[in-house]
């Protein structure tokens, strides 16, 4: 009988780990007032914190079979996260900035142990996880399981979100997987390459049922790249799949095909606003952020805190047309390419192109360089980077293209050991493993547990507080002690979200509490500048009698959205749409 060594105990789980963040990404969904990304942006640190701990006892086993070598792609990944270190210590909002830093090092560790564990089966994970939520969204589109029905007044396919919270997400969760899965169909053999058809076909329809053009487009780019430098059977492959495939996408039976039909309709009427999907306003406020930090960003997160002031400076620096669009707050640019260089600066989206072209590699790659075209034109228009299911699946993918045989080969049968340890240091081995037990469980309490009770707390509260506002004061008052007892006890995992500001404010306006709502407001404008909070704080503003000061709020606030105007009357409009033309 063979007895397994510890450190193959160590490696399969931090396989498992690496296997159950992909999994639960793509599935977990919360009851809280966020039900799907803060989830999942929790089982992504959480993930992180793990495998810290389990390389921990990697580290310190006797025997290792995965060995350690210094590798250009790891000291790529350093040179990311101290450069996101030095913008967020130079940060115009450091408060804000180190959330995503703390995401970019748990990016680094999760990128780091998922190239040392890269398997095929790694590869069999991710898709596995991407499937999912291909059937889901397909039996979404059909309305055969409508689980998130769409709000009130928004079109059907608006339910059409997988389980992932957003149509839009699921096509850029499923672009590079879908990708691949061809590009391993066309190189494998046997059964492998019949099941990875069968899951590209799948994929694909996803992509197709989520209605996501930068998806589309980022796939069909991908593919293309695929044909060009595999083989001539390659290319024939690749050109019939695309011509089946473009009946599909300009079908006017499918949500699809009426979009692209849009499309042409807004190129050829120069309507810009339908052909960017509203997002040329976010992309000019992140390319004028730019032009103002060239070297160090306005700092990691920051884009959302300045982007009501630079949208409203963005009137009259170009044309009209440019700038026409919903006011509303752009919490993402949609490009990642431009918010990277926004938040980061140019040093910042140089590593950006780095990390892409090292994926490239020099070689023409029959896997690596057409994820790297995806990924490429994925960022264009979408934020893979902002969201924890599709940037766990690039990274997993960007690590397994680094080392290619994982996808489309096995490795070698040679087993290479690394001692780990020596036996008279086995006290120490000790004493690391206690403290990364110590860590992880430190860890994961603060950047996952309290954040996730916090989110299922705030929907509670935030029903409890639309209820009071809708009865008498005196039947009001003990629900709003009640609010604001238990938005104190949320308060620090929840110290950046506007939400936990606004509902304490309202609160304090149900007890009568006007000085005490009005600092509230303030504080959640140091962390976001949003017209909603500049609205809030001036009304109570005026109930305290400081008029001016309530007119420069409203002002501001109808600078950016014009339709605040219209919940003012008399003198008091008349002054704030005077002060709104002064910038």
């Not at 919270?165 to 492998?192: E, F, H, I, M, Q």
């Amino acid at each position: 009988m063979i007895r397994k060594s510890r450190s193959a105990s160590s490696e399969s789980a931090i396989f498992f780990a690496l296997a159950a963040g992909l999994l639960l990404t793509a599935t977990i969904v919360s009851g809280g007032a966020e039900r799907f990304r803060l989830a999942k942006e929790v089982v992504f640190r959480g993930e992180a914190i793990v495998l810290v701990a389990l390389f921990a006892f990697w580290a310190t086993s006797a025997n290792r079979t995965w060995k350690f070598t210094w590798r250009k792609e790891y000291l790529l990944a350093l040179a990311i996260v101290a450069w996101a270190a030095i913008t967020t210590l130079t940060s115009t909002n450091r408060v804000l900035s180190i959330d995503p830093l703390i995401t970019v090092v748990a990016a680094a560790i999760i990128f780091f142990a998922s190239s040392l564990a890269a398997r095929p089966r790694l590869l069999d994970v991710v898709m596995a996880a991407c499937g999912i939520n291909a059937v889901a969204v397909i039996l979404q589109e059909a309305k055969l399981w409508v689980p998130f029905p769409p709000a009130p007044g928004q079109g059907t396919h608006y339910s059409s979100v997988g389980l992932l919270g957003n149509a839009n997400d699921v096509g850029t969760y499923l672009a590079a997987p879908a990708v691949v899965a061809v590009a391993v169909a066309v190189t494998s053999a046997g059964k492998r390459r019949w099941i990875y058809a069968a899951i590209a076909l799948l994929l694909a329809g996803g992509i197709i049922a989520s209605a996501t053009r930068t998806a589309v487009v980022a796939m069909v780019a991908g593919l293309v790249v695929f044909g060009l430098v595999h083989s001539r059977r390659a290319a024939v492959i690749v050109l019939a799949a695309l011509v089946i495939f473009a009946f599909v996408v300009l079908s006017p039976a499918t949500t699809l095909g009426r979009e692209m039909r849009d499309l042409g309709h807004a190129a050829v009427n120069r309507d810009l606003q339908t052909l960017f999907s509203e997002r040329l306003v976010p992309f000019l406020t992140a390319i004028d952020m730019t032009r103002d930090h060239p070297l160090i960003g306005v700092g990691p997160g920051c884009f959302k805190y300045h982007y009501m002031p630079y949208r409203v400076a963005l009137f009259g620096r170009y044309p009209d047309a440019w700038t026409k669009g919903y006011p509303m707050n752009w919490g993402e640019v949609h490009n990642d390419h431009l918010q990277v260089a926004a938040e980061t600066g140019l040093p910042g989206y140089a590593l950006f192109l780095a990390a892409i072209a090292l994926c490239a590699g020099r070689k023409k790659s029959a896997f690596r360089w057409p994820l790297a075209a995806v990924i490429f034109v994925l960022t264009l228009a979408q934020f893979p980077l902002e969201l924890a299911a599709p940037r766990l699946v690039l990274l997993t993918l960007g690590a397994l293209a680094l080392d290619e045989s994982s996808v489309l080969g096995p490795r070698s049968s040679v087993v290479v050991r690394d001692r780990g340890l020596r036996t008279e240091d086995r006290g120490l081995a000790t004493v690391i493993r206690v403290a990364a037990i110590a860590f992880a469980a430190f860890a994961g309490y603060f950047l996952c547990v309290l954040p996730y009770r916090a989110n299922i707390a705030l929907a509670t509260i935030t029903q409890r507080t639309l209820n009071a506002q809708n009865v008498d004061p005196i039947s009001a008052a003990p629900v709003a002690r009640a609010n604001l007892h238990d938005l104190a006890a949320i308060s620090t995992p929840e110290k950046l979200n506007p939400t936990w500001y606004l509902l304490y404010g309202t609160n304090c306006e149900i007890l009568g509490s006007k000085a005490e709502a009005a600092g509230i407001y303030s504080r959640a404008l140091e962390i976001d500048q949003r017209p909603e909070i500049y609205f809030n704080r001036a009304m109570v503003r005026l109930q305290l009698g400081r008029i001016d000061d309530a007119v420069n709020d409203l002002a501001t606030a109808a600078r950016f959205n014009p339709f605040v105007l219209y919940e003012l009357s008399g003198d008091l409009r008349d002054r704030v749409e005077k002060a709104s033309r002064v910038r």
